[in-house]
């Protein structure tokens, strides 16, 4: 199995609550994915609870049977939607990919 994890650093917002809000719209889109791509195995998305100076904002683990199912994935309509939505709210991300 292939494990892929992903975190987004969140833009800064004016308030805690509408950083939180757009953490929390972010979530619902990419749980959404779940239902949308038959190759995902397992998804979770979490929101970090702890902030420090080097802390991301959300985190996304997924998991797929080979890494032909992960460029599935990746090449995917509702993923590639997704990505042109986190634009809007996200300045950084960092991932890493591998096997269990």
Avoid: C
């Amino acid at each position: 199995m292939l494990r892929h994890i992903i975190m987004f650093k969140l833009k800064e917002f004016a308030s805690n609550t509408e950083h939180q809000k757009a953490a929390e719209i972010l979530k619902a889109k990419i749980e959404s994915l779940k239902t949308q791509i038959t190759e995902i195995i397992k998804l979770e998305v979490g929101i970090n609870i702890v902030d420090l100076p080097w802390s991301y904002d959300i985190v996304l683990t997924v998991d797929f049977k080979n890494l032909q199912d992960l460029e599935t994935y990746k090449n995917h309509p509702a993923h590639q939607k997704l990505i042109e939505f986190n634009k809007l709210y996200s300045v950084a991300k960092s991932s890493v990919d591998y096997f269990v």
